[in-house]
Structures are given as structure tokens and as C-alpha cells.
């Protein structure tokens, strides 16, 4: 079936720093989704991203879809302690299935 | 809006015991799904729904059974827990765009 892979599984970054976190999928996907989970909470929808080459910019996120649409990239610039959390990529595979990385945590030294 | 409700937030079972986590959404989702994320985890999907009158296994399926009670509502009934079962628990429902909403969780432990 249908993987999606994330790297890294952790990142550990001084307040200031940049990070990215790469998702890949073993099929074509119609769109990549993108979440965010702060420690103890929940899954939150960051955003999706439909067309090849695509790129949306959120403030200091900045995510990319590749030519392909195989694979896309979370980037953050200039991290702050409330980025802190896990991030997830997901893909739709068939049958109604939303596939998700393993996610990359990320913690913050202030 | 209240969006994805679950109850109960926290659980504590004994090996062997039975209960059922509720979910229920009020945003008129037709797709409904049950997660488990294990400490430092990923999401892994037990069961879904994805219109009412039908369920679906996910990757991991073993020791769970669910109803979709209606549109609105979608249950995961543990049988006889398992120290393996304890995890969070998430439910989620998907709106026409495919964007997932999840639940608070539910923090199961299994003795």
C-alpha cells in the first residue's frame, strides 16, 4: 500500500535557527496535507497543496510541493518556542485513506 | 461550533476489561476515522468510516471493533483490553476538501 515517508524523526534547533522537514510518498499523490501537533494536543491542519511545483508561504512556513508530486518540504524560518511540536505530512491514498508520515518533532533551546 | 467531541478524555482499564470511546462531530462530515498514537509516535489508523453504514479496517484493526451509529457519530469498543492498547486515542472526521479534523483524544491506559 501507499507509504509516506518523513525525515528527520527529530530536530532539535537554538530559537532562531531554520528548519525543514521532508515528506516523501511511494505513489503520485493529488495533494499533500500539512499538521501540526503541540505537545499534548491534537493533529491541527496547517495546509494542503494540490498543484505541481506548488509553493504557499504562511508566514515564516514555507511549503513546497514537488514536480513530481512525490514529495514537499515544511521550512520554517527563524524558529520561535511556539513552533514547537510535531510535524505531519499526509497524502490521500485510496479507498478515503488520509496516510501520514511518521511526523518530525521539533524542539526549541531558547 | 464544537467540532469533534470525544469522550472520555482520560481512561484508566484493567487487563481484560471492556469500554467504548465515543466521538461525535456536528459539522456534517460524512468520513469518520479512530487513530493511535503511541508515545513519540506517528497516527496509525484503526478503523473508518467513510459514509454512514459502512466501516473499514486500517492498518491496525486487531482487538477493536467500531460503530457508526449515525452520521454524527462513530465508536471504537475495545472487547477485553490489552496492556498493548494503551495509547491516545484520536477521532477524526474529514470535510469535502479532505482536511481532517481531529478530536481532543483520549488518553487510554491499560494495567
Known amino acids: 500500500g501507499q507509504q509516506v515517508m518523513q525525515i528527520p524523526q527529530y530536530q532539535h534547533v537554538q530559537e532562531g535557527e531554520d528548519f525543514t522537514t521532508y515528506c516523501n510518498s511511494s505513489t503520485t499523490l493529488s495533494n499533500i496535507q500539512w499538521y501540526k501537533q503541540r505537545p499534548g494536543g491534537h493533529p491541527v491542519f496547517l495546509i494542503q497543496?494540490?498543484?505541481?511545483?506548488e509553493v504557499k508561504k504562511q508566514k515564516r512556513l514555507t511549503f513546497q510541493f514537488g514536480e513530481a508530486k512525490k514529495n514537499s518540504s515544511l521550512h520554517i524560518t527563524a524558529t520561535q518556542t511556539t513552533d514547537v511540536g510535531t510535524y505531519f505530512c499526509?497524502?490521500?491514498?485510496?479507498?478515503?485513506?488520509?496516510?501520514f508520515g511518521q511526523g518530525t518533532r521539533l524542539t526549541i533551546n531558547p | 461550533n464544537a467540532g469533534v467531541t470525544q469522550t472520555p478524555k482520560f481512561q484508566v482499564l484493567k487487563t481484560g476489561q471492556s469500554m467504548t470511546l465515543q466521538c461525535a462531530q456536528d459539522?456534517?462530515?460524512?468520513?469518520m476515522y479512530w487513530y493511535r498514537q503511541d508515545p513519540g509516535m506517528g497516527l496509525r489508523l484503526i478503523y473508518y468510516?467513510?459514509?454512514?453504514?459502512?466501516?473499514d479496517k486500517g492498518e491496525v484493526p486487531n482487538g477493536y471493533n467500531v460503530s457508526r451509529l449515525n452520521k454524527r457519530e462513530f465508536s471504537l469498543r475495545l472487547e477485553s483490553a490489552a496492556p498493548s492498547q494503551t495509547s491516545v486515542y484520536f477521532c477524526?472526521?474529514?470535510?469535502?476538501?479532505?482536511?481532517?479534523?481531529f478530536g481532543a483524544g483520549t488518553r487510554l491506559s491499560v494495567l
Open positions: 497543496l494540490v498543484k505541481s511545483g
Open positions: 468510516s467513510a459514509s454512514e453504514g459502512t466501516t
Open positions: 477524526a472526521s474529514t470535510a469535502a476538501r479532505g482536511i481532517q479534523y
Open positions: 499526509a497524502g490521500w491514498g485510496g479507498a478515503q485513506k488520509l496516510v
Open positions: 459539522m456534517n462530515h460524512n468520513s
